[in-house]
C-alpha cells in the first residue's frame, strides 16, 4: 500500500470520530483514550499521524503536562516522515510514556479496520 493513498472511507470514518471525542469537552482520560485511538489508526498516514500528534500536544498543553508536551513537540518533529517511510511501532499510542518507538497490542476493532484498509500489521 502506497503512503500517498487516502486513508479508506471507513478508517477515515472511524478515525474522524475519534479526533472529534479528543477535542470534545468530558474528561481528560476519555479524551486521551479518543486520542490515543486515532493515532493507531492514522500511524501509516503522514498526514492524520501529524494532525494526531497536534491533538496530543493541545491536551497535554491544557492539562499543563509539560513532559507530554515535550515528548509530543519532538512526535511531531517525526510523525511524518516516519510515516511516509513506513517505519512506526504499530499499536502504539503515540503518548510519551509509551516510548517513541515501542510497539504495543492493537485493539481488535482497530486492528479489524487497519487490516480491511490494507495495512499490513508487523507481529
Known amino acids: 500500500m502506497s503512503r500517498r493513498t487516502p486513508m479508506p472511507s471507513a478508517l477515515l470514518e472511524a478515525f474522524t470520530a475519534e479526533l472529534t471525542a479528543a477535542r470534545a469537552p468530558g ?7 479518543a486520542a490515543e485511538r486515532a493515532h493507531i ?22 492539562d499543563r ?6 515528548g509530543q513537540l519532538v512526535r511531531l518533529a517525526v510523525a511524518t516522515p ?7 511501532p504499530d499499536g502504539n ?10 510497539p504495543m497490542p492493537i485493539p ?4 479489524a479496520l487497519l487490516c480491511e484498509a490494507g495495512v499490513a500489521l508487523r507481529p
Open 27 to 33: 474528561p481528560t482520560a476519555e479524551r486521551w483514550r
Open 41 to 62: 489508526l492514522s500511524q501509516p498516514w503522514p498526514r492524520p499521524h501529524t494532525r494526531t500528534h497536534g491533538v496530543m500536544l493541545r491536551l497535554a498543553l491544557r
Open 65 to 70: 503536562d509539560l513532559r507530554e508536551a515535550i
Open 93 to 102: 499510542t503515540g503518548r510519551t510514556r509509551a516510548g517513541l518507538t515501542t
Open 82 to 88: 516516519g510515516s511516509a517511510a513506513g517505519k512506526y
Open 108 to 111: 481488535d476493532d482497530l486492528a
